[in-house]
């Protein structure tokens, strides 16, 4: 009997392999969530009667608990926890003594070249230990969209990404998560490094194209400077490090470094992944206009920006 542990089991990627896996059935896995509000998680739909654990990376004292008769870890690290060395790496080394037959790392594309990036500390220090690891190095999320800058989309009819005139790849995290069920549950997958893609790549004006024909309306794509984008997501108060995180992989879009695809999801899959004018189409209903904007906030933000 195997038994997976998934992280950030509430997050995009994490939520969407909890409810795979938990909907496969397997007979021979049990499926725990690693969340850090048991309460919180039971109500988001879908997941009300999985297995949920109480876990913190920043707790050390919840790691023994979560890993107890653990075989296989779905490992996502949040963005929040940037210091590895103090969060993910104790982690790992319990993992490692408790037994651990596999990890699934979910990672980001070029973050093997970017030392910067979290990801690539924690890919380099998957060389210490014995724990077998599957890497997946996947394309931005489509849910990108529909969540950090859904409110530029819907509210202010822009794609506001510094981007300039280049491509980019966008996977649906409902195809990573059929990814990781199938590199958890087949050996030949063990120790490998895969690139994981979406079909095509678009430029961010192909982009808000799908969009003003799929919402009837015009979205323009405003190709803002990196620190006017940087600028705006403080003012919305996002959090540093993920505008800055986003600001580097934007600008290697820009460079033409995010202008790829590959049969690699197909190759695992058997079939091909999903497109982003679907993923469009399908969640039109998040991007149409909201009919109580808020406007003595919007006018202090108006106030600040000049300020600024
Ligand atoms: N965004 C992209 O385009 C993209 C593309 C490829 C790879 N990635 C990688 O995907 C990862 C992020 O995945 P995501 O977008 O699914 O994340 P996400 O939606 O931001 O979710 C983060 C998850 O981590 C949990 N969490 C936050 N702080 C925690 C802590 N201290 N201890 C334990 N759990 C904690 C959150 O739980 P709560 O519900 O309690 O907040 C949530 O479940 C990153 O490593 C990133 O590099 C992202």
């Known amino acids: 009997m195997e038994k997976i542990l998934i992280t950030g089991a509430t997050g995009n990627v994490g939520l969407s392999t909890l409810k795979l896996l938990h909907g496969r059935q397997y007979s021979d896995i049990e499926v725990v969530a690693a969340v850090r509000d048991i309460e919180r998680a ?5 997941i009300a009667d999985c297995n949920f654990c109480h876990f913190e990376f920043d707790e050390p004292a919840t790691y023994d608990k979560a890993l107890e ?11 929040q926890v940037s210091d590895v060395s103090r969060y993910i790496f104790p982690f790992l080394a319990k993992a490692e003594k408790l037994g651990v037959n596999q990890i699934v790392f979910v990672s980001i594309v070029g973050a093997e070249r970017n030392r910067i990036f979290a990801n690539h500390r924690t890919e ?11 890497i997946l190095h996947s394309s931005l999320y489509m849910q990108n969209l529909s969540t950090f800058h859904r409110h530029d989309i819907q509210d202010h009819d822009k794609i506001n990404i510094p981007a300039g005139h280049g491509l980019v790849n966008y996977i649906d995290v409902r195809d990573v998560a059929e990814v990781i069920d199938m590199v958890l549950t087949n050996p030949i997958h063990l120790h490998q490094t895969y690139e994981i893609c979406g079909p095509e790549s678009l430029d961010f004006y192909q982009i808000a194209k799908l969009f003003s024909d799929e919402l009837g309306h015009e979205i323009k794509y405003t190709r803002p400077s990196t ?13 540093l490090l993920y505008v800055l995180t986003l600001s580097l992989l934007y600008s290697a879009a820009r460079n033409g470094k995010m202008n790829y695809t590959n049969d690699i999801f197909r190759t695992i899959t058997g079939h091909n992944p999903r497109n982003l004018a679907d993923f469009i189409h399908e969640f039109s209903a998040c991007w149409i206009k909201s009919e109580t904007t808020n406007k003595p906030e919007k006018l202090k933000k108006r106030r600040l920006r000049r300020l600024l």
């Open 69 to 79: 008769g653990v075989t296989k870890i779905v490992l996502i690290r949040p963005n």
């Open 227 to 239: 620190i006017r984008f940087v600028r705006q997501k403080l003012l919305e108060k996002r959090q």
């Open 124 to 134: 380099s220090h998957f060389k210490k230990l014995s724990i077998p690891v599957t």
């Open 42 to 46: 039971k109500h988001i739909e879908g």
